[in-house]
């Protein structure tokens, strides 16, 4: 009886395990067949485009970029970045394409680039391309030359060419060569409608206006009667700096850091007594010219007018002691404000596609500032001058300028 038993179990659960070997089944067919999303393909058509075009077979790399522009391609994907596909054009000798890229390129609106679009995932086709490029330039020149086309449509795809390679540490042509060659162009074929595309995506320049701030630390240098009442050893510098073409415009405050000499009477208060903090502040506005300015270096000296006064420094000080202050005087202010740049602002990083956004210049920055006569409203009793000593950080502001 017993037996008869198990083996009744047995006979049901049967059909149990044949209806999930069967339903696994289904579910693994489904998931092999089932068909692969725009991003996969977007990574595997990258990849053999790449081996591709190491072999130099330009027939299946062709097919490749026609596949991304007719079936990947669209308000959601890019499967090629513009500069990788823009130089594959020139590989698989399709020349045309690129003035008629380049003019989709103009109506493109760089503000909607990067809302819900799925880009490529490294730049390996472009680097490898890029070096390529650099290698066979003569080839891919000769590429056009042999070509029937006008004049300036033919300087324009070289010119291109140039620009896509032109970059940050490029060895093979520098961005200040391909403006200068942008603006023969310019000069030579105004009449060409490529003409705009040139301006627009070929050349760039710098704006004439570079905006920055400066910080920075140091000594001081004090003379005259104040030292009687007043010391100031460390200094602290704040500036806002806008410089248009190599005019210069300066807002800062300087700040000496000391102690009070002696007791100075303070009305409804008393005493500010000796020992205490004390802060010698100039705040002015200067304009000046820079002598020297490359890409490193920039020496600029100014003169304008200074707002001095000596004020005390703590902050757990009585309402009335906060507010006393000696000046406020107003006096001439010179400066020499000179900056090393760590990075050079006319090398960019290539970008993928093409256009460039502000750039900014982080500096080493040293400033020198003498205010005569700071107190000179107190008359002689806190007569004197100071000199300000600081280096610090800066960082400049570069906008490019689009003709």
């Keep these: ?16 395990f044949s209806q999930t070997d069967s339903s696994l089944g289904s579910i693994a067919d489904r998931i092999a067949d089932y068909k692969p999303s725009k991003s996969e393909l977007i990574s595997k058509g990258r990849r053999m485009l790449l081996d591709e075009f190491r ?37 698989i000798e399709e020349y045309s ?25 490294d730049n390996s086709i472009y680097n490898e391309v890029v070096s390529a490029s ?7 020149q000769e590429g056009i030359l042999e070509q029937n086309f006008s004049e300036d449509a033919e300087a324009f795809l070289i010119l291109m060419l140039k620009r896509i390679l032109a970059g ?57 009667n104040m030292l009687d009442y007043v010391s100031a050893k460390g ?27 002696q007791d100075i009477p303070v009305k409804n208060y008393g005493d500010w007594e000796k020992g205490e903090s004390s802060s010698l502040t100039s705040v002015g506005l200067s304009l000046g010219y820079s002598v020297f300015d490359n890409k490193r270096f920039r020496v600029t000296p100014c003169a304008g007018i200074s707002f001095g006064f000596v004020s005390p420094a703590g902050t757990d000080l009585d309402e009335e002691l906060q507010q006393f202050i000696i000046g406020t005087s107003v006096a001439p ?4 404000n000179m900056t090393y740049r760590f990075i050079n602002p006319y090398k960019l990083s290539p970008d993928n596609n093409i256009d460039y956004p502000a750039y ?16 000179r409203q107190e008359g002689g009793q806190y007569a004197g001058d100071i000199w300000y000593l600081t280096v610090g950080l800066n960082m400049d502001i570069f906008t490019l300028k689009k003709r």
Aim: charged share 20%; aromatic share 16%; proline share 4%.
């Design 1 to 16: 009886m017993k037996r008869l038993t198990v083996l009744f179990f047995v006979l049901i659960s049967l059909p149990c």
């Design 55 to 91: 072999k130099n077979n330009m027939g299946t790399v062709a097919e490749i970029v026609h596949y991304f522009e007719k079936e990947i391609h669209d308000k959601n994907h890019i499967g090629l970045w513009p500069a990788e596909q823009i130089l594959l054009y020139y590989w």
């Design 97 to 121: 394409v690129v003035i008629d890229f380049a003019n989709y390129q103009l109506d493109d609106d760089p503000s909607s680039r990067n809302r819900g679009i799925i880009y490529p995932t």
């Design 134 to 140: 650099m290698a066979d330039f003569n080839y891919l």
């Design 168 to 224: 940050e540490g490029s060895k093979f042509i520098s961005m200040e060569q391909v403006n200068k060659e942008a603006d023969m162009f310019i000069a030579k074929y105004s009449y060409s409608p490529l003409t705009e595309i040139v301006k627009k995506h070929v050349s760039y320049k710098f704006g004439d206006w570079v905006g920055g701030f400066y910080l920075g630390g140091g000594y001081t240098l004090p003379s005259g």
């Design 235 to 261: 200094a602290l510098c704040f500036s806002l700096d806008l410089y248009y073409k190599k005019s210069a415009f300066m807002l800062s405050l300087q700040s000496g850091l000391g102690k009070v000499q």
């Design 333 to 336: 202010m010179f400066h020499l």
């Design 360 to 375: 900014g210049s982080f500096g080493i920055n040293a400033r020198i500032s003498y205010v005569p006569g700071i107190l």
